[in-house]
C-alpha cells in the first residue's frame, strides 16, 4: 500500500498532471456558486458530474503520466547504453541532420557531440578538413576504398571502409529507424574501428608468410636427399632409416605448404584461374588416385555420378584440392573395411550442383561441428585416430568453396561416420568477384 500510495505521489508531481490540478479549484469555485443558486436535488446532480468527470480526468493524466514516465525511463536507459557502447552510434533523419552521436563517435572522428548535433551533413563537407572523415562514413562512396558485405538494397547495409594515409580500417552498418506505422524517420549507423584487428592479423599472416616461404627450399632439399638415399645401394636398416625420414620430412613439406596456403587465402592472394571444365571428368580423376590408397587400407570407394557431363566454371587445380582434403580425411578417420561414397548432382530446384561424401569413419561429436571448418582444430577422437595432421585441410577446403560461390557443411554421429556435403554454382554469375580477405566475411 505504500508503495501504491509513493507511486502516486511521483505521477502527481509530473508536468502531465497540471489539467487535473487546473481542473480541481475550477470544481470547487462553481459548486460553491451553484450551492447558492440550485435546488438541492440538481446540485447532487452537478456535484455528481463533475465528481465523475474529475475521476476520469484524473484516470486519463495518471495513465498519461505513467506512460511518459516509463518513456522517459527507457529513453535515459538508452541513452545510457548508447553512451558506453565501444562502438561508434550515430543517429540522422532522412535529411542527414545529426541525432545522436556518442563518446565513441566522438574519438573515432576528433569532434566534439555539440559541433556536429543538430547540424544537417551534405557531401560538399568533405571539402573541411574536420568533417572528411565523417562524410566519408555518411557517404560511402566518397571513401578512398569500400567493400560491400550486403545484398543491394537490403538492410542492414554493412561496408567495409578502408583508409590508407593514415591506415583506418572500419566496419559501418546501417540500418533503418521506422515508426509503428511503418514511416522513415532516419538511420543509424554503428562504426567499429577494426584498425588494430587488422593489423595484427596481417602481422601474424605475414609472419607465417615469410616463415613457411623460408622453410620450403631447404625441405624440398632434404626430401631430395632422402629419397635418393632410399635408392641407393644401402642396408636395409639404412634404407628403412631413411625412409622414415623421407616420411616425416614429406609430411612437414605438407603442413609448410598448408600454412603457405592459408596464407595466401587470408591475404586475399590465393590466386584462381577460373574456366570452363567437365567436373565429372575431373572428379573421375581425383576418385581414381584415391582409389589406389584405399585398396592399400582396405577401404572403399563407390563413385555415383550423372550420365551426363556438367561443365560448370572452376579453378580445377583449387577445386582439386579442396575434394582431395574432404577425402583424405574420409580415408584417414575411416575404420577398417570401411566405405566412402561419392555423390554428384544436379540440384532441380537451384543452379547448382551438389557433392556428397560419406564416410564409415569415427564421427564427429555434436559439440564439435561448429569448429570443424576452423584453422588447426581437431576433436579428440580425430587426434587418438591420427595425432599427425594440421588441422587445416577443411579450412582450406571451405574457403575455396566459398570462393567459387558455394558453401560446405557437415552431418555427423560419433563413431557412426560423417557425411559432407559442398554446392558449386552453375551459373558464373553466382561467383564472386573477387577473393575473401581474412576478416571481411
Known amino acids: 500500500m505504500n508503495i501504491f500510495f509513493q507511486k502516486l505521489v511521483l505521477y502527481a508531481k509530473l ?45 486519463n493524466n495518471l495513465r498519461l503520466a505513467r506512460s511518459n514516465l516509463e518513456i522517459k525511463i527507457e529513453r535515459n536507459e538508452l541513452t545510457s547504453v548508447i553512451t558506453t557502447l565501444r562502438d561508434g552510434v550515430i543517429a540522422y533523419d532522412s535529411d542527414f541532420k545529426i541525432l545522436i552521436f556518442n563518446q565513441a563517435a566522438e574519438q573515432i572522428f576528433n569532434l566534439k557531440r555539440e559541433n556536429v548535433v543538430n547540424v544537417r551533413f551534405a557531401p560538399e563537407q568533405i571539402k573541411e578538413s574536420r568533417f572528411k572523415l565523417l562524410s566519408q562514413i555518411l557517404f560511402p562512396s566518397l571513401a578512398p576504398s569500400i567493400t560491400k558485405r550486403s545484398e543491394a538494397g537490403a538492410y542492414p547495409q554493412v561496408v567495409d571502409i578502408s583508409f590508407k594515409e593514415p591506415m583506418m580500417e572500419f566496419r559501418v552498418i546501417t540500418n533503418k529507424i521506422i515508426d509503428p506505422a511503418g514511416n522513415l524517420l532516419g538511420f543509424v549507423k554503428i562504426i567499429r574501428d577494426r584498425t588494430r584487428e587488422i593489423e595484427v592479423l596481417r602481422s601474424k599472416s605475414e609472419f607465417i608468410g615469410v616463415a613457411t616461404h623460408q622453410l620450403r627450399t631447404p625441405l624440398t632439399s632434404i626430401n631430395w636427399v632422402l629419397e635418393n638415399l632410399t635408392k641407393d645401394s644401402l642396408s636395409d636398416e639404412q634404407k628403412k632409416m631413411a625412409g622414415v625420414g623421407l616420411e616425416a620430412s614429406f609430411y612437414m613439406l605438407k603442413v609448410i605448404n598448408d600454412l603457405f596456403n592459408v596464407f595466401q587465402i587470408e591475404e586475399g592472394h590465393f590466386g584462381y584461374n577460373f574456366e570452363k571444365l567437365n567436373v565429372i571428368e575431373l572428379v573421375e580423376k581425383i576418385v581414381s588416385k584415391t582409389k589406389e590408397v584405399c585398396v592399400g587400407l582396405g577401404l572403399k570407394l563407390i563413385l555415383q555420378k550423372p550420365d551426363e557431363p556438367i561443365e560448370i566454371n572452376a579453378d580445377s587445380q583449387r577445386l582439386s584440392t579442396a575434394l582431395l582434403n574432404i577425402l583424405d580425411n574420409a580415408v584417414k578417420y575411416n575404420v577398417k573395411n570401411g566405405e566412402i561414397v561419392l555423390i554428384i548432382e544436379k540440384l532441380s530446384d537451384k543452379p547448382y550442383i551438389q557433392f556428397t561424401i560419406k564416410d564409415t569413419g569415427i564421427g564427429i561429436s555434436e559439440e564439435n561441428i561448429d569448429k570443424l571448418f576452423t584453422k588447426f582444430f581437431r576433436g579428440e577422437n580425430a587426434i587418438k585416430t591420427v595425432p599427425t595432421a594440421s588441422g587445416l585441410g577443411l579450412y582450406i577446403a571451405q574457403n575455396i568453396i566459398r570462393r567459387h560461390g558455394g558453401k560446405i557443411w557437415v552431418e555427423s554421429e560419433l563413431n557412426r561416420g560423417s557425411v559432407f556435403y559442398f554446392t558449386l554454382p552453375t551459373d558464373p554469375k553466382l561467383i564472386p568477384p573477387k577473393e575473401i580477405i581474412y576478416g571481411e566475411e
Open 15 to 59: 508536468p502531465e498532471m497540471r489539467l487535473f490540478w487546473y481542473f480541481l479549484p475550477l470544481v470547487f469555485v462553481i459548486f460553491a456558486i451553484e450551492i447558492f443558486y440550485l435546488p438541492i436535488l440538481a446540485l447532487w446532480f452537478s456535484a455528481g458530474f463533475f465528481i465523475v468527470l474529475a475521476a476520469i480526468i484524473l484516470v
